[in-house]
């Protein structure tokens, strides 16, 4: 399948005649045009190391395949302009600084950065804004050129859904429907007690001890402990936005107070800071619940339990009034996805502990209580609760009286790329196009292209 409706990289664009320099024993020169627009060398192979940087591999010719992506993007480039497409600065430049950090921190710096790209990070971040920019039109002029498949009707649906093999259409994983309610430990008195502890870490810092040696013994973070804390250098947007304030106040060796974050609590050691990277040490410990917290709640939601099938209480009044957990209380303790509002979860959707405990069960069946997490934080907070399993849909091929958002979306796509594909067949054939003969060789995925 063709890759239609995907922001190109284009890693960088550099003007004509800029620079000269070799790439496999030739010189930086235009190896295509598309219409008005050149493609270099120099961009083809900076590309490429960008693809191989990030771990990409193509069973074509990559640099083949490269350039056929970056023609591709020419011919929706010239439209845009014609259709005089807008970009808003806003966006780029909040994506060009995503970028920036993301490289920064994963290169280990900005001198790596340059060593690793061969430029100054200021040349590098006028390429790729430029990157950007195309990338932004090319998406808009992809979207307009598409704008027929977002006015499917149901009709067009039932059509897709008749014309397409059964083994085509999409399959519907085993989808669950449960109900909770959720009782939460004391969290205050556990958050005081890490609290406690960190301090004493701090103190005994303070007083000599090596933090990486505490990091190493008793921090929670397993991928830093085994360097003694350190994060290595990275960019501060990575990081929460308390946890880099509070890291880039410091001053090298200088340890942090305690600093909570959804992932816990931590205190901080300053190594070196750059800009806006830093590399830090930290001890992270998270809250622990005492078996008295868990044997209480179990004991309240074996009581509601005993309740609810004894009819003395209807399941969705019991977690209305008891459930702690403020989403699924105020449906009852249905569980919806807060960005769908689907009621309907696969497996990969539910929590491990909450899968294990319903794939046991029978429809209506309330399980025993049970310890699981929440939705808040990278890890999520300890939960303790019950469930019921309310419906399960067993796995289908999609059906158009139960499966109608599905297969809308699945006939929007196959419209979406059937229109994005045809302007590029039709665009091929009517742009001016000349390819070097370096390339004309290639194996394109398409026709057209050489003439």
Same mark, same amino acid.
């Given at each position: 399948?063709?890759?239609?409706?995907? =922001?190109?990289?284009?890693?960088? =664009?550099?003007?004509?005649?800029?620079?000269?320099?070799?790439?496999?024993?030739?010189?930086?020169?235009?190896?295509?045009?598309?219409?008005?627009?050149?493609? $270099?060398?120099?961009?083809?192979?900076?590309?490429?190391?960008?693809?191989?940087?990030?771990?990409?591999?193509?069973?074509?010719?990559?640099?083949?395949?490269?350039?056929?992506?970056? $023609?591709?993007?020419?011919?929706?480039?010239?439209?845009?302009?014609?259709?005089?497409?807008? %970009?808003?600065?806003?966006?780029?430049?909040?994506?060009?600084?995503?970028? #920036?950090?993301?490289?920064?921190?994963?290169?280990?710096?900005?001198?790596?950065?340059?060593?690793?790209?061969?430029?100054?990070?200021?040349?590098?971040?006028?390429?790729?804004?430029?990157?950007?920019?195309?990338?932004?039109?090319?998406?808009?002029?992809?979207?307009? #050129?598409?704008?027929?498949?977002?006015?499917?009707?149901?009709?067009?649906?039932?059509?897709?859904?008749?014309?397409?093999?059964? !083994?085509?259409?999409?399959?519907?994983?085993?989808?669950?429907?449960?109900?909770?309610?959720?009782?939460?430990?004391?969290?205050?008195?556990?958050?005081?007690?890490? /609290?406690?502890?960190?301090?004493?870490?701090?103190?005994?810092?303070?007083?000599?001890?090596?933090?990486?040696?505490?990091?190493?013994?008793?921090?929670?973070?397993?991928?830093?402990?085994?360097?003694?804390?350190?994060?290595?250098?990275?960019?501060?947007?990575?990081?929460?936005?308390?946890?880099? !304030?509070?890291? $880039?106040?410091?001053?090298?060796?200088?340890?942090?107070?305690?600093?909570?974050?959804?992932?816990?609590?931590?205190?901080?050691?300053?190594?070196?800071?750059?800009? &806006? $990277?830093?590399?830090?040490?930290?001890?992270?410990?998270?809250?622990?619940?005492?078996?008295? &917290?868990?044997?209480?709640?179990?004991?309240?939601? !074996?009581?509601?339990?005993?309740?609810? +099938?004894?009819?003395?209480?209807?399941?969705?009044?019991?977690?209305?009034?008891?459930?702690?957990?403020?989403?699924?209380?105020?449906?009852?303790?249905?569980?919806?996805?807060?960005?769908?509002?689907?009621? =309907?979860? +696969?497996?990969?959707?539910?929590?491990?502990?909450?899968?294990?405990?319903?794939?046991?069960?029978?429809?209506?069946?309330?399980?025993?209580?049970?310890?699981?997490? &929440?939705?808040?934080?990278?890890?999520?907070?300890?939960?303790?609760?019950? *469930? /019921?399993?309310?419906?399960?849909?067993?796995?289908?091929?999609?059906?158009? +009286?139960?499966?109608?958002? *599905?297969?809308?979306?699945?006939?929007?796509?196959?419209?979406?790329?059937? =229109? *994005?594909?045809?302007?590029?067949?039709?665009? %091929?054939?009517?742009?001016?196009?000349?390819?070097?003969?370096?390339?004309?060789?290639?194996?394109?995925?398409?026709?057209?292209?050489?003439?």
């Amino acid at each position: 399948m063709k890759k239609l409706f995907i =922001l190109l990289l284009l890693f960088p =664009l550099l003007e004509a005649g800029l620079c000269a320099q070799r790439y496999d024993g030739v010189i930086d020169k235009t190896v295509a045009l598309v219409g008005g627009d050149m493609i $270099m060398l120099s961009e083809i192979e900076q590309e490429v190391q960008m693809m191989q940087f990030q771990g990409y591999s193509s069973d074509r010719n990559l640099r083949c395949e490269v350039l056929e992506n970056m $023609m591709t993007s020419k011919l929706f480039l010239t439209q845009a302009k014609l259709d005089s497409l807008n %970009i808003n600065p806003d966006m780029v430049l909040a994506q060009l600084n995503d970028r #920036v950090s993301n490289i920064l921190t994963q290169l280990g710096g900005e001198e790596a950065t340059e060593k690793y790209f061969g430029k100054s990070l200021f040349k590098l971040r006028q390429e790729w804004q430029e990157a950007i920019e195309e990338q932004s039109l090319v998406q808009q002029m992809q979207q307009k #050129v598409a704008e027929k498949a977002e006015n499917l009707t149901p009709e067009d649906v039932r059509t897709f859904y008749k014309r397409t093999p059964k !083994d085509s259409l999409p399959v519907i994983p085993t989808q669950y429907q449960i109900s909770q309610i959720c009782i939460y430990p004391d969290k205050e008195k556990a958050s005081l007690a890490v /609290r406690e502890r960190l301090l004493s870490f701090r103190e005994r810092v303070l007083s000599g001890t090596k933090f990486s040696i505490l990091a190493t013994m008793y921090s929670e973070d397993p991928g830093s402990a085994m360097r003694g804390g350190e994060l290595g250098m990275a960019s501060r947007s990575i990081f929460w936005p308390v946890f880099s !304030d509070a890291a $880039m106040a410091l001053k090298p060796d200088q340890v942090s107070s305690i600093v909570e974050t959804p992932d816990g609590f931590h205190i901080i050691q300053l190594i070196e800071r750059k800009g &806006d $990277m830093f590399n830090a040490r930290h001890i992270l410990l998270k809250p622990k619940y005492t078996e008295e &917290d868990r044997t209480r709640a179990f004991s309240r939601l !074996d009581s509601l339990k005993t309740m609810i +099938e004894a009819d003395s209480i209807k399941f969705f009044w019991a977690a209305r009034y008891y459930s702690e957990d403020p989403m699924s209380r105020t449906n009852g303790g249905v569980l919806a996805d807060p960005n769908t509002g689907s009621a =309907l979860f +696969e497996k990969d959707q539910l929590k491990p502990a909450d899968y294990n405990v319903l794939r046991n069960m029978e429809i209506d069946q309330i399980s025993a209580p049970f310890e699981s997490l &929440d939705n808040e934080g990278r890890s999520g907070n300890t939960v303790y609760k019950i *469930i /019921r399993l309310d419906k399960i849909i067993p796995s289908h091929i999609a059906r158009y +009286e139960d499966d109608f958002n *599905i297969l809308q979306a699945s006939a929007k796509n196959k419209k979406t790329q059937e =229109l *994005i594909e045809q302007f590029v067949v039709d665009k %091929i054939k009517t742009s001016y196009i000349v390819i070097d003969p370096l390339f004309q060789g290639c194996q394109f995925s398409r026709e057209g292209w050489v003439k």
